[in-house]
């Protein structure tokens, strides 16, 4: 099992910056990849980005790519997702989950925090 906790989470105006943390404890040596999702008011859940444990290789959606960053820092067992140029349609809840190296799907998950992107 693996226990993720997000925060960092809050209200921002557009064009600014905020980093979300993630912290991770449990078997996190078995974690293939950790990722980060959001999900907006009256929408689908949506892939943010992720990164993989082994090599810090990162993905992104083409929505994000530029302003956001998903980075690791090992020692800690914690993900880092640093959002710049914020606009209003990011405004969701967002997620980090975790994915093992036996089932490479994201089987644990925080609890969300809210990031809300005023005009």
């Known amino acids: 099992q693996v226990q993720l906790v997000e925060s960092g989470g809050g209200l921002v105006q557009a064009g600014g910056s905020l980093r979300l943390p993630c912290a991770a404890s449990g078997r996190t040596f078995s974690t293939y990849s950790m990722g980060w999702f959001r999900r907006a008011p009256g929408k689908e859940r949506e892939f943010v980005g992720s990164?993989?444990?082994?090599?810090?290789?990162?993905y992104y959606t083409d929505s994000v790519k530029g302003r956001f960053t998903v980075s690791r820092d090992n020692a800690k067992d914690t993900v880092y997702l640093q959002m710049n140029s914020l606009k209003p349609e990011d405004t969701a809840v967002y997620y980090c989950?975790?994915?093992?190296?036996?089932?490479?799907?994201?089987?644990?998950w925080g609890q969300g925090t809210q990031v809300t992107v005023s005009e």
């Open positions: 990164i993989r444990w082994s090599d810090g290789r990162t």
């Open positions: 989950a975790a994915s093992s190296t036996i089932t490479k799907t994201y089987d644990y």
